[in-house]
């Protein structure tokens, strides 16, 4: 019996330490709405896409908000002056008109009242009826000379609650025997307006019979761990299935319109209205726009009801620091982050995580007029670095306030307690296997300017200890220690650190890790990381090496797993080649350089001089300047041919060779032509002569 005791009272710790901080509507939903409501050219899709993107504008308070008036008027003035409309889009018309105002007069209003009057005479569904009533009581707000009223309005709320359901569901049709959370809802918002245009009281037994259908509905409620209520959609049906955020949106939509204008007293339970309040900013910021608007739109209704306004206890943060004497903030809004009426918070308990004791403080926090936050100026003496559940409780003054307001009693927050760590008694050794003597011993340097160089075999063991003591000189048991052993083959190997008692350590026989460590001899980095949440010092520390002398491997022992390649080291950038020339070398004289220089140029001065000694006839040259210039280029390209032979006999290939040759070739043919066609030109003229 005992042991089943411990585990229930380990699995109720456990509970407890998952409660949640839900934080009133910010300036994040605002940023998320901008971009997710953005309308193409001017416009949304549909009216019930601009009603819906229009109300969470003003919910939220935008006031810089995309121009969409004029072509959601255009709409707007469309839909209703259409002969032919359908209920559903009237409506959507008529909600989106009721923000934008647009030019639409009291004829046109009475005119569609009047049609909405007849079609209540041939509703068959729920939906027809909502769109109806709810069309009627939008011209109400709209056109308040129109006559709206309805002459029979018992009738048609006899019908609506003919749809209902024992467990305090509706049904869409008489047709339909499937009851649904979301049709509920959309079944009192309709009720709700039916009151509101009741020509005479409504009957009130009628009236009761509705309240105690929400009793029913709110009756059946789900739960979550973290004190969020919901109601889930059970319905599958040709309409889809509806989210548990929508059914529990349009309930409580219905619930709070229904209590606003039925002017009854309504006991609803705090909790669970807390509790759903909980659950629609649990949902954190939707991705899409109609999750978006269901949230907002719920969180409104509760924001401006008569019968039951949440108000939400949140922390701006929920980590407290010792180190820094951090002081404890406690922020109390309603859930649009409005100003909470005149109350004080009250310290009631704190749980730490892990253990069954509670302390009982029962301490009012100090209210901070100026920043709107109630303050513990300092977190009791005994607690140490840590995660905490304190329990806090919301007391309004105004005695009236609290058939208002919902406060849902005791509210638990978990509040992480951070410290700075001592490390103390760090020890690294090498011990003998077989009399445990500690051959080697080092006092771990934890600053990392200093790294131990170890040595072993495999008859030896590795030792490594060390002492967390927190800021109130505890033991401290951090959530994670481990010791990793990183071969220079790149092979890891981790092992948790033990905790015994006040004492981590661990030992390493590598006689029996051997076949774990694949008889991979070698040097060995080692590394020691302790982290925790509450750790304002958690470390990863390199500690040194140790060179492992480990036995040959036997021919069936298990191999190193290959290691993955790092892509960077084959495909990145690779090391810098740097070129170390040749000095060069001690140049000749100048004087010498030009007499050498004279010498060479002496065979071709001699060149030039023994062709005119021998009188070469150079007569026929060509003297004009076109020819001239043909008859030297022919020389030249002869000349750079030669020069190519010569280039091929020392370094040219023939692909290269040849090519080249081509282009002296086409060249060649081209000038020696125009030369010869002189010399031609010439002859003939010197033989008529």
Same mark, same amino acid.
């Given at each position: 019996m005992g042991k089943y005791l411990g585990i229930l009272i380990v699995a109720l710790c456990t509970l407890i330490c998952e409660a949640a901080i839900f934080r009133p509507i910010s300036d994040s939903h605002r940023s998320a709405a901008l971009e997710l409501l953005t309308p193409k050219d001017g416009s949304f899709t549909s009216l019930k896409e601009t009603f819906e993107a229009l109300r969470i504008f003003k919910v939220l308070g935008i006031g810089h908000q995309p121009n969409i008036k004029a072509k959601a008027c255009k709409s707007v003035v469309d839909t209703v002056r259409s002969p032919f409309f359908e209920l559903k889009d009237l409506f959507q018309a008529l909600r989106v008109n009721g923000i934008l105002k647009c030019e639409l007069n009291e004829e046109t209003f009475a005119g569609i009242a009047s049609r909405l009057k007849d079609s209540m005479n041939t509703a068959s569904s729920l939906l027809d009826y909502y769109y109806s009533v709810g069309s009627l009581a939008l011209i109400k707000g709209q056109a308040s000379e129109v006559d709206v009223q309805l002459g029979g309005a018992d009738s048609v709320f006899r019908a609506i609650k003919a749809l209902s359901q024992s467990d305090g569901r509706w049904r869409y049709s008489s047709n339909n025997p499937e009851s649904s959370t979301f049709a509920a809802g959309i079944a009192l918002e309709s009720l709700a307006g039916v009151i509101s245009l009741a020509s005479s009281e409504i009957d009130h037994? #009628?009236?009761?019979?509705?309240? +105690?259908?929400?009793?029913?509905?709110?009756?059946?409620?789900? @739960?979550?761990?973290?004190?969020?209520?919901?109601?889930?959609?059970?319905?599958?049906?040709?309409?889809?299935?509806?989210? $548990?955020?929508?059914?529990?949106?349009?309930?409580?939509?219905?619930?709070? !319109?229904?209590?606003?204008?039925?002017?009854?007293?309504? +006991?609803? $339970?705090?909790?669970?209205i807390l509790g759903l309040a909980r659950f629609f900013l649990g949902v954190g910021i939707p991705g899409n726009a109609e999750d978006l608007f269901y949230q907002l739109d719920a969180l409104d209704s509760l924001e401006n009801n008569r019968v039951s306004i949440p108000l939400i206890l949140s922390l701006p943060t929920a980590v407290i620091s010792l180190t820094r004497r951090d002081q404890l903030k406690v922020n109390v809004n309603t859930v649009l982050g409005s100003a909470a009426p005149s109350l004080s918070v009250k310290l009631k308990q704190i749980f730490s995580c892990g253990s069954k004791d509670a302390s009982i403080i029962d301490q009012d926090l100090k209210f901070d007029p100026e920043n709107a936050v109630h303050l513990l100026d300092a977190l009791p003496e005994y607690i140490d670095a840590g995660r905490y559940i304190f329990t806090l409780e919301i007391v309004l003054h105004n005695p009236d306030d609290k058939k208002i307001y919902a406060t849902g009693g005791r509210t638990k927050i978990s509040i992480y307690v951070t410290g700075f760590i001592e490390v103390d008694h760090a020890d690294v050794a090498v011990l003998d296997s077989d009399l445990g003597n500690v051959e080697t011993e080092n006092r771990v340097d934890l600053s990392g300017e200093k790294t131990h160089s170890l040595s072993a075999n495999?008859?030896? @063991?590795?030792?490594?200890?060390?002492?967390?003591?927190?800021?109130?000189? *505890?033991?401290?048991?951090? *959530?994670?220690?481990?010791?990793? #052993?990183?071969?220079?083959? /790149?092979?890891?190997?981790?092992?948790?650190?033990?905790?015994?008692?006040? @004492?981590?350590?661990?030992?390493?026989?590598?006689?029996?890790?051997?076949?774990?460590?694949?008889?991979?001899?070698?040097?060995?980095?080692?590394? #020691?990381?302790?982290?925790?949440?509450?750790?304002? +010092?958690?470390?990863?520390? *390199?500690?040194?090496?140790?060179?492992?002398? #480990?036995?040959?491997?036997?021919?069936? &022992? &298990?191999?190193?797993?290959?290691?993955?390649?790092? $892509? &960077?080291?084959?495909?990145?950038? /690779? !090391?810098?080649?740097? *070129?170390?020339?040749? !000095?060069?070398? @001690?140049?000749? $004289?100048?004087?010498?350089?030009?007499?050498?220089? &004279?010498?060479?140029?002496?065979?071709?001065?001699?060149?030039?001089?023994?062709?005119?000694r021998l009188q070469v006839n150079l007569k026929n040259f060509p003297k004009a300047s076109a020819s001239a210039t043909f008859s030297i280029l022919f020389h030249l390209g002869i000349a750079a041919v030669l020069t190519l032979y010569l280039l091929f006999w020392l370094k040219l290939n023939l692909f290269t060779t040849l090519k080249t040759l081509g282009f002296l070739g086409i060249f060649l043919m081209f000038v020696g032509h125009r030369t010869l066609a002189y010399l031609a030109s010439s002859s003939a003229k010197l033989k008529s002569a």
């Open positions: 037994s #009628l009236i009761s019979l509705v309240k +105690n259908d929400i009793s029913k509905l709110l009756d059946g409620v789900e @739960k979550y761990d973290d004190g969020t209520y919901y109601l889930d959609e059970k319905l599958v049906d040709a309409r889809g299935l509806q989210s $548990p955020l929508s059914a529990s949106s349009a309930v409580v939509r219905g619930i709070t !319109a229904f209590a606003t204008t039925s002017n009854e007293d309504f +006991n609803l $339970p705090g909790d669970k495999h008859l030896q @063991k590795l030792q490594l200890s060390f002492q967390l003591i927190s800021p109130l000189g *505890h033991a401290f048991k951090p *959530h994670q220690a481990f010791l990793k #052993l990183t071969h220079e083959s /790149k092979v890891e190997h981790i092992f948790v650190v033990g905790n015994s008692g006040k @004492k981590f350590e661990i030992i390493l026989d590598f006689l029996g890790l051997v076949e774990k460590f694949f008889y991979l001899s070698g040097r060995y980095d080692i590394q #020691l990381t302790v982290g925790d949440a509450v750790m304002e +010092n958690s470390f990863f520390l *390199h500690l040194g090496s140790i060179e492992l002398d #480990l036995p040959e491997p036997p021919g069936k &022992a &298990a191999r190193s797993p290959p290691q993955p390649i790092d $892509p &960077a080291s084959r495909f990145g950038p /690779k !090391a810098e080649i740097s *070129h170390i020339f040749r !000095a060069p070398e @001690k140049r000749s $004289p100048k004087e010498l350089s030009l007499t050498f220089l &004279a010498l060479v140029l002496l065979p071709f001065v001699g060149f030039l001089m023994g062709l005119l």
